[in-house]
């Protein structure tokens, strides 16, 4: 079965430094990544997402994450954070269900706030 | 343009009652679907649908039932709730199983106390 997993929990930052966020999965054919947002109290939002071709790629509000085939990995970067980027985001992997769907199977989340 | 409209917004239900949860898509997407989102665990995948008429079991299906009678429209139901079923629910659809995103809807808060 595939799994997702999120290296940090809670991440802290001041306003302009930088973001990486760890996400390795465990799925050993092709597969579809995502990263979601969650602000404070709404609903998910799509970050960016890799189907296939370029392994860098770039989302909206500045955010981009590079695939890494051979790490299993999809982190996520940002090169200067703000104050509005506080929110949780998880990283999401679909490797398609038996007779079509698509089952996003999701990390456990990584919970940041940026401070002023 | 509505995308995925979740009816209702919040929810607090006693042990042992019954209610249906509605999701609503406007995209004409084929797979709709609903998860759960509890703390530290992300969101875990309960039942989803390919179709009209169609209905498949995720990952933690138990308690719950589902139907999608017409192509826009995913109903979540608990039969007798229990306290384990306090969440956020979130509902979701996308246009094809593969090479495609899923939109969720706003997310219900279902207490059961």
């Known amino acids: 079965a595939q799994s997702v997993s999120q290296h940090n929990h809670h991440v802290i930052l001041s306003e302009a430094a930088s973001l990486e966020l760890g996400c390795n999965y465990s799925y050993g054919g092709t597969v579809n990544l995502f990263w979601y947002v969650q602000y404070p109290g709404q609903h998910l939002q799509l970050l960016l997402k890799?189907?296939?071709?370029?392994?860098l790629v770039k989302g909206i509000k500045g955010f981009e994450a590079e695939f890494i085939k051979s790490k299993f990995s999809f982190n996520l970067r940002k090169p200067s954070v703000q104050w509005s980027d506080t929110a949780e985001y998880f990283c999401a992997v679909n490797a398609g269900l038996t007779g079509g769907g698509n089952k996003l199977t999701f990390g456990t989340g990584t919970q940041l706030k940026v401070e002023l | 343009n509505a995308g995925v409209t979740q009816t209702p917004k919040f929810r607090v239900l006693k042990t042992g009652q019954s209610m249906t949860l509605l999701c609503a898509q406007d995209m004409n997407h084929e797979y709709m679907y609903w998860y759960r989102q509890d703390p530290g665990m992300g969101l875990r995948l309960i039942h989803y649908s390919v179709g009209e008429g169609t209905t498949a079991k995720g990952e933690v299906p138990d308690g719950y039932n589902v139907s999608r009678l017409k192509k826009q429209n995913f109903l979540l139901g608990l039969e007798s709730a229990a306290p384990s079923q306090t969440s956020v629910y979130f509902c979701?659809?996308?246009?094809?199983?593969?090479?495609?995103?899923?939109?969720f809807g706003q997310g219900t808060r279902l207490t059961v106390v």
């Open positions: 890799y189907f296939s071709g370029d392994p």
């Open positions: 979701a659809s996308s246009y094809s199983g593969r090479n495609t995103e899923a939109f």
